[in-house]
């Protein structure tokens, strides 16, 4: 150790030998970096590498000068994959120190080894490139070019960091723990490491385990590591015997509680993952099936929505052709009743207009219909009337009856028709249709010598009705006989004092 | 609850082999040393003053 002031080689003393400066301080600083070093190769060794630098560099504030500090500091830097870091502290080191400095050996291997070199300080460029990407918002690019660079530089802590970030980013919980199990491996204090595996810890509800899956091959691999363990737990834990003896009985038990314990795990593990397989398939074919079942439904209700219309469409149809032909029904027998009238059949002509639907007509065809009523009608009516009146005065009264209702059918206020039935059915002793039809005479021509005469023929006990119960009897009458109400009729007056002298002689005679 | 963007802040891009001259001229390199130094030139300069 040199004073800091003249450069002197310095003894136990205090103070400097040859210039007399208070060295104390100077000593102190070197003693606690050496401290420092201590500490930072103990959590070098245990791979608690963040701990390690920060050790270290304490190390190297008290003393830069401290060149193994510095040394294993590039060291934990390199096993970082903080190459360029690891190559500062050495190319500094090997300055402070050129001579039986194993930094120069490091910086030798590395230069030797140039391949290696380059791939590193590829992936460190295709790092910051990866990085940009994640700022610009190119977080699937950066995962693939992440993915690549910890393969080639399975040491780079920082792009584990990264991957793991836009893992969680995504919401790929295990994928970014199984790059931070990684990391954790190669530095276990890493505080973002641990940070990162928080999160994922809180996110997941499940804590991180950071022991080998396979215990048995980790075991093999960690034989070195677990020898020295065992040195130095021995002091810790019981001796165990090195050998022991067993019986049969003791072997066939031992073989029992394996079996048992194959049975309970069978049990326990492998049925109810059975049980879950098998209710899963069921519940994914109840779901094809209620899918499926939903669809027939769809189906069958577009069925019915289509037979529905095509119901209606010929529902509207038999409409339309029932409307047709009843129309053309009715014009039939409008064209029937117009040629029988023609031909001079008035009969035909009478029934054939009876069956004509007036309703279905159009205006000119109602007009046809119209005119070809009022002469038939009439014709009818006259020639009913003749004959009934004809066979009337042949004492032909029955005949004379049938011609004269139908007569009374066409016109029932015709009083000559009236006046002749009566006296046809007084002729022939129906005294009830004969005062039936007097009765129609006076409520149709009221307060007329039509009137008075048809009283004379009544009989007494109609009369009596008659006069007891006004109208009773003439409407009981109209109803039995006839529907039609006595109504004045137009033509009634012109030949009422010809046909009442005609008849009053008649009746008389 | 981790924030994507403050975390992505934290990431700095790593320096290549390249530039390690530069890191390397750049380094501070002061330490408890050269502070006392400092403090004793100060102090005897101080005094001849």
Partial sequence: MKCMNCGAELNDSAYCPKCGCDVSVQKQAIVLSGLYYNQGLEKAQVRDLSGAIDMLRRSLKFNKLNVPARNLLGLVYFEMGEVVAALSEWVISKNIQPENNIAAEYIENLQQDANRLDIINQTIKKYNIALENCHKGNEDVAMIQLKKILAQNPKLIKGYHLLSLLYIRQGEYEKARKQLRKAIRIDKTNTTTLRFLKEIDEQTGTSTSFEPRFSIWSSRDNDGNRDENAASDASAKPAQPAFRETTAGSTIFNIAIGLLIGALAVWFLIMPARTQRITQEADRKTSEYSSRAAEADTRITELSAQMKISEETVNTANTQIETATAKTTAYESLIKAVNAYNNGDLDLASNALSSVDVSKLTTEGKAIYDDLVEKANGELLRGYKTEGISAYEEEDYQTAIECLEAAKAIDSSDYEVLSYLAHSYRMTGDTANADINFQLIINTYPDTVRADNARVYMSEEALAAAENGGGNQTENAGDGENDEEPTEGEGSGDGEDNYEEDNEEDYEG | ?49
């Fill in chain 2, 1 to 49: 609850m981790i924030n994507y963007e403050e975390e992505l802040k934290k990431f700095t891009p790593s320096l290549d082999v390249d530039e390690a001259e530069g890191a390397i001229y750049s380094r501070d390199l002061t330490d408890v040393i050269d502070i006392l130094q400092e403090m004793l030139r100060e102090t005897s300069g101080g005094r001849k003053d």
